[in-house]
């Protein structure tokens, strides 16, 4: 098994690719610069339409632009119920697409996740926690062996996520924080900025001591 950013150029949310029994992007990116991700992709001997599953950790156009690029190619989508309607109906507004000056087409959901679902890639399955605050259908995705935990735009290395945009909460945050300090985390990929493959527990509890003292 092996975790790669492929992925994070510009707006673009980081772009992670799991390499096991089930290839798996997680987040997608604008889309903007799909022929990088082609680039690095090729890197590992991939080609787009290897990418059986992509798992979007909330519906903004950062994360979920690129989507089509893999869809089109056979790729199945994952994300929260409270967001694959998103998706399939080409929202502009909650979704930001208008803001990034885009159009989101409408996208095929594959597969409707919720809190306590097991994503089974291999040797790695993941654990969906639905973590509102960024937005209300966001979640992060914890692996228990590994202790590797994918956090979206709930929270970054340092840092947590906007809470000024449609559906966000930042007492639902606050809550989503404190969820995931509970855990034990030694590898933090976030949705943006820079990723922590050691000591992920120490930048998580200063974000709690800084952001919500
Ligand atoms: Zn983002
Ligand atoms: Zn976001």
Same mark, same amino acid.
């Given at each position: 098994?092996?975790?790669?950013?492929? *992925?994070?150029?510009?707006?673009?949310?980081?772009? %992670?690719?799991?390499?096991?029994? #089930?290839?798996?992007?997680?987040?997608?990116? #604008?889309?903007?610069?799909?022929?990088?991700?082609?680039?690095?992709?090729?890197?590992?001997?991939? =080609?787009?339409?290897?990418?059986?599953?992509?798992?979007?950790?909330?519906?903004?156009?950062?994360?979920?632009?690129?989507?089509?690029?893999?869809?089109?190619?056979?790729?199945?989508?994952?994300?929260?119920?409270?967001?694959?309607?998103?998706?399939?109906? *080409?929202?502009?507004?909650?979704?930001?697409? @208008?803001?990034?000056?885009?159009?989101?087409? $409408?996208?095929?959901?594959?597969?409707?996740?919720?809190? @306590?679902? &097991?994503?089974?890639?291999?040797?790695? #399955?993941?654990?969906?926690?639905?973590? $509102? *605050?960024?937005?209300?259908?966001?979640?992060?995705? %914890?692996?228990? =062996?590994?202790?590797?935990?994918?956090?979206?735009?709930?929270?970054?290395?340092?840092?947590?996520? &906007?809470?000024?945009?449609?559906?966000?909460?930042?007492?639902?945050?606050?809550?989503?924080? %404190?969820?995931?300090?509970?855990?034990?985390? &030694? =590898?933090? %990929? $976030?949705?943006?900025?820079?990723?922590?493959?050691?000591?992920?527990?120490?930048?998580?509890?200063?974000?709690?001591?800084?952001?919500?003292?």
């Amino acid at each position: 098994m092996q975790i790669h950013q492929i *992925g994070g150029l510009g707006f673009d949310s980081n772009i %992670y690719l799991i390499i096991d029994k #089930t290839i798996t992007l997680i987040d997608a990116g #604008t889309g903007v610069n799909f022929k990088m991700i082609e680039q690095n992709l090729g890197k590992f001997n991939l =080609k787009p339409s290897d990418v059986e599953l992509l798992i979007n950790t909330h519906c903004h156009y950062d994360h979920v632009g690129g989507n089509r690029d893999f869809v089109t190619v056979g790729c199945k989508v994952a994300v929260h119920e409270l967001e694959a309607d998103l998706l399939r109906k *080409g929202d502009q507004v909650v979704t930001l697409a @208008g803001g990034f000056g885009k159009r989101l087409d $409408p996208i095929e959901v594959e597969r409707e996740l919720r809190d @306590g679902d &097991r994503i089974k890639l291999g040797e790695l #399955t993941l654990q969906v926690l639905h973590t $509102p *605050g960024h937005t209300l259908g966001s979640i992060s995705l %914890y692996e228990p =062996k590994e202790l590797l935990l994918f956090s979206g735009d709930t929270i970054f290395r340092d840092g947590v996520g &906007r809470t000024d945009l449609p559906t966000s909460e930042a007492a639902a945050l606050r809550r989503s924080i %404190y969820r995931l300090a509970k855990l034990n985390v &030694r =590898k933090l %990929y $976030p949705g943006h900025g820079p990723f922590a493959e050691e000591g992920a527990n120490k930048f998580i509890s200063r974000i709690v001591r800084t952001v919500y003292p």
